[in-house]
């Protein structure tokens, strides 16, 4: 080796322990504001813990931290007259400045005493009406578990009291209730079911349309909702999205399987608050349809669009737009060669298309000292069809099936938040809502028959909910909160008038004890409303039109136990009491709106029902420290309903037990640059009710005939799955590149859904869920 090689060799391996001996840094910055009034707090101190950094925000609220190195963080804020508040586990990567909005409680004065410690609780709601049931989430969380692919329903179903629907599906069955009873909010205001691949009448679909780009920490409340939470049953996904970064343009972009995105943000001009965000996503199998690679017998496509623009200004209060919207198809083409037919089931083509959008509007003003009025406008669209071909022996097409639906719904909604003191909050609204719903349904019951109208329906409604709730701190440790909620229909003059109250009580620093009432109520699906027979004079009418809300007494006893800053075991026993809920009119059916998931129900229907569902629910959970985190909880629960007939059966979702594990450990280099991570969850729970099949029936018929006298009374076999993700983080100079693979069901154990009468084989067939899925993705920040 010459003297010129060496030297040559000798400066690059210089360069690259330099290189690796850098210590990447970046910003830590954000604003601290009163929780209730959304005001900046001037004077507050916001240190490093741990170490001697800190800061004070300016008059505005503003803080920054510049030259962070790489790491996790938890930050202390302590504010006069106010909590002090920890801001635990933030990861600061080098691909993205670190933009927070951290919220303080104000203190309890008596006199010239402070009489109230700060909480630094882990998961505390971010809406401080909600005491019961309820914990907020965050963004690393839905990323973080193990096949939560950043989708919230998924990681929702690691919580106590929470099973999923379907492997293939986001739906989620909160304490054996219906999916249907799940209210969607963002930014305040109601929204759509915001899934690709949502059928008419469901609360989930196959993937998610929201991106973790835009959501910021967010509330989920899974019983006694507070009155500001109207029309939902079962429980509520509260929403919120973080604002762009109005400082600096920052990109990321992800590939895997799931699809390709791309999402940026950063300011709209030079020293203006404001600031866009935006993301846009096109699936991957649509790109290797097109490209002739093809993995499944059915094609499926689907892209969204989801955007975030913040508009403040000096006088008039702050204004946002926000967005989501997304196009979904999935479709199955016959092939024309009965060669290649090996059941009656290649004759049928399907196709199924599930589009929904978005347009929202917030303002946010303060219109005293102590008032706070955020008001929104919102416009959304579901479109959602299904068709289903038969192909003949002359290979022509004839359509057997078409249904088609779309919702349109104008919404409107002013929330005033008034504090009368350190004591006392009162937070009042009014939400409107016009509702334009069209549905069509035909089928050809025999190939030879004509196409048969089921319904055909075009019409429109109004919806208008008040809420007014007051929070009063009784002293330091016990804290009231109360409300009223009224829902009213104009389609039918139906209306409900429903009393919400907790009470919590600060038993110890480590102890806390609530209890939460609340009376729900939900309409029923539109294809409900509008489902149409003939009578005797052949006209068409409407049984429906006039059912009360399905109805529920929610009873709630909580109990918090924090073993240590890092460690909580919470444990809550509810009831609750189902009533006026749509059952058939014909006491030998065993029919009742209670055990629907998704789709309409055309039948004639009485509000005649009642269920029941109580249980406990125990967690364990140590939040992340020291690069490790687990959750384990346990749910003991029955599920119940009563039918036309006066009868009591189980209902489709009472598995009567759910265990969860979730745990996770990151492995960090000593240079903080490289980060690879394991996180893994198990379920194991009781299998959802069946109804046995009337095998003699179903040949006779040719299609599946139950045993309406057994209505689920056989259980399917227990439901086991194991997930798990890996992934390896590197931190590079303004870059931040994250490789991960989760593989759902890892096991791949053969979970069954449920069975059905074969026509093909005259037999019950069993179906199963999905087996091991692996899902691959790539990210880069910069």
């Given at each position: 080796?010459?003297?010129?090689?060496?030297?040559?060799?000798?400066?690059?391996?210089?360069?690259?322990?330099?290189?690796?001996?850098?210590?990447?840094?970046?910003?830590?910055?954000?604003?601290?504001?009163?929780?209730?009034?959304?005001?900046?707090?001037?004077?507050?101190?916001?240190?490093?813990?741990?170490?001697?950094?800190?800061?004070?925000?300016?008059?505005?609220g503003n803080f920054v931290l510049v030259d962070m190195p790489v790491a996790t963080y938890a930050l202390i804020v302590t504010a006069v007259g106010f909590k002090d508040h920890?801001?635990?586990?933030?990861?600061?990567?080098?691909?993205?400045?670190?933009?927070?909005?951290?919220?303080?409680?104000?203190?309890?004065?008596?006199?010239?005493?402070?009489?109230?410690?700060?909480?630094?609780?882990?998961?505390?709601?971010?809406?401080?009406?909600?005491?019961?049931?309820?914990?907020?989430?965050?963004?690393?969380?839905?990323?973080?578990?193990?096949?939560?692919?950043?989708?919230?329903?998924?990681?929702?179903?690691?919580?106590?009291?929470?099973?999923?629907?379907?492997?293939?599906?986001?739906?989620?069955?909160?304490?054996?209730?219906?999916?249907?009873?799940?209210?969607?909010?963002?930014?305040?205001?109601?929204?759509?079911?915001?899934?690709?691949?949502?059928?008419?009448?469901?609360?989930?679909?196959?993937?998610?349309?929201?991106?973790?780009?835009?959501?910021?920490?967010?509330?989920?409340?899974?019983?006694?909702?507070?009155?500001?939470?109207?029309?939902?049953?079962?429980?509520?996904?509260?929403?919120?999205?973080?604002?762009?970064?109005?400082?600096?343009?920052?990109?990321?972009?992800?590939?895997?399987?799931?699809?390709?995105?791309?999402?940026?943000?950063?300011?709209?001009?030079?020293?203006?608050?404001?600031?866009?965000?935006?993301?846009?996503?096109?699936?991957?199998?649509?790109?290797?349809?097109?490209?002739?690679?093809?993995?499944?017998?059915?094609?499926?496509?689907?892209?969204?669009?989801?955007?975030?623009?913040?508009?403040?200004?000096?006088?008039?209060?702050?204004?946002?737009?926000?967005?989501?919207?997304?196009?979904?198809?999935?479709?199955?083409?016959?092939?024309?060669?009965?060669?290649?037919?090996?059941?009656?089931?290649?004759?049928?083509?399907?196709?199924?298309?599930?589009?929904?959008?978005?347009?929202?509007?917030?303002?946010?003003?303060?219109?005293?000292?102590?008032?706070?009025?955020?008001?929104?406008?919102?416009?959304?669209?579901?479109?959602?069809?299904?068709?289903?071909?038969?192909?003949?022996?002359?290979?022509?097409?004839?359509?057997?099936?078409?249904?088609?639906?779309?919702?349109?719904?104008?919404?409107?909604s002013s929330v005033l938040n008034q504090r009368f003191n350190s004591r006392m909050m009162l937070r009042s609204g009014v939400i409107a809502s016009h509702i334009q719903f069209?549905?069509?349904?035909?089928?050809?019951?025999?190939?030879?028959?004509?196409?048969?109208?089921?319904?055909?329906?075009?019409?429109?409604?109004?919806?208008?909910?008040?809420?007014?709730?007051?929070?009063?701190?009784?002293?330091?440790?016990?804290?009231?909160?109360?409300?009223?909620?009224?829902?009213?229909?104009?389609?039918?003059?139906?209306?409900?008038?429903?009393?919400?109250?907790?009470?919590?009580?600060?038993?110890?620093?480590?102890?806390?004890?609530?209890?939460?009432?609340?009376?729900?109520?939900?309409?029923?699906?539109?294809?409900?409303?509008?489902?149409?027979?003939?009578?005797?004079?052949?006209?068409?009418?409407?049984?429906?039109?006039?059912?009360?809300?399905?109805?529920?007494?929610?009873?709630?006893?909580?109990?918090?136990?924090?073993?240590?800053?890092?460690?909580?075991?919470?444990?809550?026993?509810?009831?609750?009491?189902?009533?006026?809920?749509?059952?058939?009119?014909?006491?030998?059916?065993?029919?009742?709106?209670?055990?629907?998931?998704?789709?309409?129900?055309?039948?004639?229907?009485?509000?005649?029902?009642?269920?029941?569902?109580?249980?406990?629910?125990?967690?364990?959970?140590?939040?992340?420290?020291?690069?490790?985190?687990?959750?384990?909880?346990?749910?003991?629960?029955?599920?119940?309903?009563?039918?036309?007939?006066?009868?009591?059966?189980?209902?489709?979702?009472?598995?009567?037990?759910?265990?969860?594990?979730?745990?996770?450990?990151?492995?960090?280099?000593?240079?903080?640059?490289?980060?690879?991570?394991?996180?893994?969850?198990?379920?194991?729970?009781?299998?959802?009710?069946?109804?046995?099949?009337?095998?003699?029936?179903?040949?006779?018929?040719?299609?599946?005939?139950?045993?309406?006298?057994?209505?689920?009374?056989?259980?399917?076999?227990?439901?086991?799955?194991?997930?798990?993700?890996?992934?390896?983080?590197?931190?590079?100079?303004?870059?931040?590149?994250?490789?991960?693979?989760?593989?759902?069901?890892?096991?791949?154990?053969?979970?069954?859904?449920?069975?059905?009468?074969?026509?093909?084989?005259?037999?019950?067939?069993?179906?199963?869920?999905t087996g091991l899925l692996p899902i691959l993705n790539y990210k880069v920040e910069f």
């Open positions: 080796m010459n003297i010129k090689t060496r030297i040559v060799l000798l400066a690059c391996l210089t360069y690259f322990r330099i290189a690796a001996a850098q210590n990447y840094t970046q910003t830590i910055r954000g604003v601290v504001v009163d929780k209730v009034l959304q005001m900046p707090i001037a004077g507050a101190t916001v240190a490093v813990v741990g170490s001697p950094q800190g800061v004070v925000t300016d008059t505005a920890v801001v635990s586990n933030i990861t600061i990567n080098t691909g993205k400045e670190v933009v927070l909005t951290i919220m303080l409680d104000e203190k309890i004065l008596q006199g010239r005493e402070i009489v109230v410690k700060g909480n630094r609780k882990k998961n505390i709601p971010l809406n401080q009406m909600s005491v019961v049931s309820a914990r907020s989430f965050s963004v690393e969380e839905t990323q973080k578990y193990a096949a939560a692919v950043n989708d919230p329903a998924r990681m929702a179903a690691n919580f106590a009291g929470v099973m999923a629907g379907d492997d293939g599906n986001n739906q989620i069955v909160i304490r054996g209730n219906s999916p249907s009873g799940l209210l969607w909010r963002m930014e305040g205001i109601d929204v759509p079911n915001p899934n690709h691949f949502a059928s008419a009448g469901s609360s989930g679909g196959g993937i998610s349309i929201l991106s973790t780009q835009l959501l910021s920490n967010s509330d989920f409340v899974t019983g006694a909702f507070a009155a500001e939470y109207g029309n939902a049953m079962s429980g509520v996904f509260d929403l919120k999205l973080r604002k762009g970064n109005n400082q600096q343009r920052e990109y990321t972009a992800q590939a895997g399987i799931l699809g390709l995105n791309l999402a940026a943000e950063g300011p709209f001009v030079k020293n203006y608050k404001g600031s866009y965000l935006f993301n846009y996503r096109y699936s991957t199998l649509s790109v290797l349809s097109k490209l002739g690679f093809s993995f499944t017998p059915s094609t499926t496509n689907f892209q969204d669009l989801s955007y975030h623009f913040y508009l403040p200004t000096k006088r008039f209060g702050d204004f946002s737009l926000f967005s989501f919207g997304g196009l979904s198809k999935q479709f199955y083409d016959v092939v024309k060669d009965s060669t290649k037919w090996k059941s009656e089931g290649d004759k049928y083509g399907d196709q199924f298309i599930s589009n929904t959008g978005l347009w929202g509007a917030t303002h946010q003003v303060h219109t005293g000292r102590n008032q706070l009025l955020k008001t929104a406008l919102a416009y959304s669209v579901m479109n959602s069809s299904y068709n289903r071909d038969y192909v003949q022996e002359n290979y022509s097409m004839l359509n057997v099936y078409d249904q088609k639906s779309v919702t349109k719904k104008l919404t409107f069209d549905f069509a349904e035909q089928i050809r019951e025999k190939k030879s028959d004509p196409l048969k109208e089921l319904v055909n329906v075009s019409a429109s409604t109004q919806t208008i909910q008040l809420f007014s709730q007051l929070q009063y701190k009784l002293s330091g440790k016990l804290v009231f909160t109360g409300g009223l909620h009224y829902l009213l229909l104009l389609l039918n003059q139906t209306n409900s008038l429903e009393p919400r109250a907790s009470l919590k009580w600060d038993i110890h620093p480590r102890h806390s004890l609530a209890f939460g009432y609340g009376k729900h109520s939900q309409l029923q699906g539109w294809g409900v409303y509008f489902a149409n027979r003939l009578n005797a004079s052949g006209q068409k009418i409407l049984p429906n039109r006039d059912l009360n809300f399905s109805k529920a007494n929610h009873y709630v006893l909580s109990h918090h136990f924090s073993i240590s800053k890092s460690l909580l075991i919470k444990t809550e026993i509810y009831y609750q009491y189902l009533y006026h809920i749509p059952v058939s009119i014909y006491d030998t059916s065993t029919l009742s709106a209670i055990n629907t998931q998704a789709d309409f129900i055309r039948d004639e229907m009485v509000n005649q029902g009642k269920g029941k569902n109580y249980g406990i629910e125990i967690s364990v959970e140590k939040q992340l420290s020291r690069n490790f985190y687990y959750m384990f909880s346990t749910s003991l629960y029955q599920s119940k309903y009563t039918a036309a007939n006066g009868k009591e059966y189980n209902t489709k979702f009472n598995g009567n037990q759910i265990f969860n594990l979730t745990a996770g450990k990151d492995f960090v280099s000593a240079s903080e640059r490289r980060t690879f991570g394991i996180n893994i969850k198990s379920v194991y729970a009781g299998g959802y009710r069946t109804t046995p099949i009337d095998l003699e029936q179903s040949v006779a018929k040719e299609t599946t005939v139950y045993i309406q006298d057994k209505a689920y009374t056989s259980q399917l076999p227990a439901y086991f799955r194991s997930d798990i993700r890996l992934s390896m983080k590197w931190n590079r100079k303004h870059l931040t590149s994250t490789l991960s693979l989760d593989i759902q069901n890892m096991t791949n154990r053969q979970n069954v859904y449920d069975q059905f009468y074969d026509v093909d084989t005259r037999a019950v067939k069993t179906y199963y869920q």
